[in-house]
């Protein structure tokens, strides 16, 4: 059926290590796909997104993009700061404009 | 111009008590968007209103769980005679709702914490 499958955490790093957050969706045609950030207490912020192939989303030095030919859309960031630690959402839209979520990827990153 | 606001932001109910949960959508946007975040989870999508209608409800239970959009004031997410299993966080989206999919671009409230004792 249609899902998103994301990397479970928590994912832990060094401030300044380069992040990786693997996410993988299972949908029919060639939906928009997001990645929401949700910090503790509060609700989801939009951080990216990408509306067809090959297109790269990016903001605040994260990035995504939007592979086809794996049905992935993997967030990367080059450098991560302790401000980064959140819960970090992937998902996609379907045809009928509601949102599928990962089940989230918690990323902790130390002074 | 104010986000999604949602209120009340942490709600204690007794089991069998009713709740009601409140979405007032960003400035401009038509459409209202409910989604339930279980602890440790991701977040589920219940329902899709318009202005007076609903558009998508297949998210939703079939008991016992309702929502509205009237034309006037906020959405209404109501659970009639709440059990642990509805503890949860309850957040409200909003989207413009205009031609082309980026119109459909979803906006976050900062959710209700549903506490079922």
């Known amino acids: 059926g249609n899902s998103v499958t994301q990397m479970e955490g928590p994912v832990t790093l060094s401030e300044e290590a380069f992040l990786t957050i693997n996410c993988t969706y299972t949908?029919?045609?060639?939906?928009?796909l997001f990645w929401y950030v949700q910090y503790p207490g509060e609700g989801l912020q939009l951080l990216l997104k990408?509306?067809?192939?090959?297109d790269k989303g990016s903001n605040k030095g994260f990035e995504a993009t939007y592979r086809k030919e794996t049905t992935s859309f993997h967030l990367e960031k080059g450098s991560v700061q302790v401000s980064d630690s959140a819960v970090y959402f992937c998902?996609?839209?379907?045809?009928?404009?509601?949102?599928?979520f990962g089940s989230g990827t918690r990323l902790l990153v130390r002074p | 111009n104010a986000g999604v606001m949602q209120n009340p932001r942490h709600l204690v109910r007794r089991r069998g008590q009713e709740a009601r949960l409140r979405c007032s959508p960003m400035?401009?946007?038509?459409?209202v968007y409910w989604y339930r975040q279980l602890p440790e989870e991701g977040l589920k999508f219940m329902v899709y209103?318009?202005?007076?209608?609903?558009?998508?409800e297949s998210g939703m239970p079939k008991e016992r769980f309702s929502a509205e959009f009237p034309k006037e004031g906020p959405s209404i997410l109501r659970i009639q005679q709440v059990v642990r299993g509805d503890s949860a966080a309850y957040f409200c989206?909003?989207?413009?709702?205009?031609?082309?999919?980026?119109?459909?671009?979803?906006?976050f409230g900062p959710g209700t914490r549903l506490t079922v004792t």
């Open positions: 998902a996609w839209m379907d045809s009928s404009y509601k949102l599928i």
């Open positions: 949908a029919t045609g060639y939906p928009s």
């Open positions: 990408a509306t067809k192939a090959d």
């Open positions: 400035k401009g946007h038509s459409h």
């Open positions: 209103l318009q202005k007076e209608n609903i558009i998508d």
């Open positions: 989206a909003s989207s413009p709702g205009l031609a082309g999919v980026m119109s459909y671009e979803q906006y």
